[in-house]
């Protein structure tokens, strides 16, 4: 090639990156409630193929979908149901529960964590709760017999496992649950080098007011006095009030895996930051953070392991819309929303400006969408309110989050399966 006269192909090459999106690798939680998603083998094939997305999590030990990920490269995490819990404190049981599970598809297929169970602090009952970090105990040393040492186990928490976030210098676990089951999960973290999993949703902790400082878009912060902090977006807020909580207890240094955190794009008419534009917000400014390496505040530098909830639309979750709408993808494959995860030529499909400082108003304006009046950030009208929902406790594990306080009026706490973090989040005071 005549360099002197055309442009040099790395230069070509160079220029055709900088067009396209930034590519960032991601998790994504792969559920399964839907009557009319794709089998396993296209699922994988696609994301290896066509995604960026190099890590899954699935919520059992389906056996198809562990074999249908086997030497594609992508690390896979597979969750034990909770009621299989208790049944795990027992070594021969362990033992059996990894040669059916694990032995016949590793390493042929990367799995790389054993959740125990999911939320099972939030969800209980007590029995389960006693022997959650038992169970994980006793499976960690069947794995180890078995020579397993790449495989790592955890167990994901919502946020109910803190008293309070805000602001995140005063955070703490609650009471009862910091001594009795966190602390030794912890230690055993600890020395297993596995990461502590949390499932932060800011997507429960919205209001009109805080809608920006939800989704990762400029608003004036919050302040934390004793630190000298201002927190710009609540995601680093949630994970800096994990991190007090942990290093109260001794333990800041465990890394911190985000095992579920998503928006969805669509919801119940009540709620109408369920919509696209803020889904590709959330989603773009979380993978954006999640890849800069930049961590937190209060955990500079950390690069945390992330989830994305989730990989489809799920039909047949509920009883809310917002559960069946937290999908990146439909199940044909065509992206709800685009936040730069397939890889080219998908990735130059037109965006809705996932990370600019557009507000809900900025969504195309051509159809009358639902969302297009969606509540605006009144920064003359303070919140008022207990910064604090009451979490399920340990003695009332059906709750589901109810205390609702006013300034929280569109938190739909009665979220049904996706628990998560209402409660905690509720307030949050821009000032
Ligand atoms: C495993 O997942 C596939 C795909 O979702 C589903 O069709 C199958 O029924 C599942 N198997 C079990 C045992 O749950
Ligand atoms: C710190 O948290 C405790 C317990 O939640 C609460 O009682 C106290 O008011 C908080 N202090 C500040 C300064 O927020
Ligand atoms: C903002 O809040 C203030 C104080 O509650 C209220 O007077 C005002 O009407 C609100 N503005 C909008 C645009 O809702
Ligand atoms: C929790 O709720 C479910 C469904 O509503 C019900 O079947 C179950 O008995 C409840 N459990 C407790 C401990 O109240």
């Known amino acids: 090639m005549n360099t002197s006269e055309h442009p040099s192909l790395p230069f070509l090459l160079l220029v055709v990156l900088l067009l396209l999106p930034a590519a960032y690798s991601i998790g994504v939680n792969y559920g399964t409630l839907g009557d009319n998603l794709p089998p396993p083998s296209e699922v994988a094939h696609f994301l290896k193929t066509r995604t960026t997305i190099d890590r899954i999590r699935i919520f059992d030990v389906n056996t198809t979908i562990i074999k249908a990920f086997a030497n594609t490269g992508i690390l896979v995490s597979v969750t034990v149901p909770n009621g299989d819990i208790p049944s795990l404190t027992d070594a021969r049981n362990a033992r059996r529960w990894i040669d059916a599970n694990i032995k016949p598809f590793y390493p042929a297929t990367k799995i790389n964590y054993i959740c125990m169970g999911t939320e099972v602090l939030h969800w209980g009952p007590q029995p389960l709760i006693d022997s959650l970090v038992p169970a994980m105990k006793v499976l960690n040393a069947a794995l180890v017999k078995e020579g397993f040492n790449e495989i790592k186990i955890s167990s994901p928490h919502s946020l109910g496992i803190l008293l309070s976030s805000v602001p995140p210098s005063n955070a703490s676990f609650r009471p009862g649950w910091d001594v009795g089951t966190l602390k030794p999960m912890l230690e055993f973290l600890k020395q297993t080098k596995a990461g502590f999993m949390v499932n932060p949703y800011t997507y429960f902790g919205y209001s009109p007011s805080n809608a920006n400082f939800c989704l990762f878009k400029p608003n004036d912060g919050l302040f934390d006095k004793a630190t000298g902090i201002t927190y710009t977006n609540q995601f680093d807020q949630l994970m800096d009030a994990v991190h007090v909580s942990m290093k109260k207890l001794g333990y ?99 965006s809705p400006s996932p990370l600019g400082a557009a507000s809900a108003s900025d969504a195309p304006s051509s159809a009358a969408s639902p969302w297009d009046d969606a509540p605006f950030f009144n920064k003359s009208k303070p919140l008022t309110g207990s910064p604090v929902q009451a979490p399920p406790t340990s003695s009332n594990t059906n709750a589901s989050a109810t205390t609702n306080t006013d300034g929280a009026a569109n938190l739909n706490v009665n979220f049904a399966a996706k628990s998560a973090a209402a409660f905690i989040l509720a307030m949050t005071l821009l000032v």
């Open 252 to 350: 800041p240094d465990v890394e911190v895996v985000v095992a579920e955190t998503g928006w969805p794009s669509g919801g119940d008419p009540a709620n109408l930051h369920a919509n696209p534009v803020n889904a590709a917000a959330y989603i773009g400014g979380l993978m954006k953070k999640v890849n800069s390496g930049d961590g937190t505040p209060l955990m500079p530098g950390r690069k945390f392991e992330t989830y994305i909830f989730a990989l489809f639309n799920e039909n047949l979750k509920g009883p809310s819309l917002d559960e069946k709408n937290f999908g990146l993808f439909r199940p044909d494959f065509t992206q709800v929303y685009n936040v730069g995860i397939m890889h080219a030529p998908q990735a130059q499909a037109p």
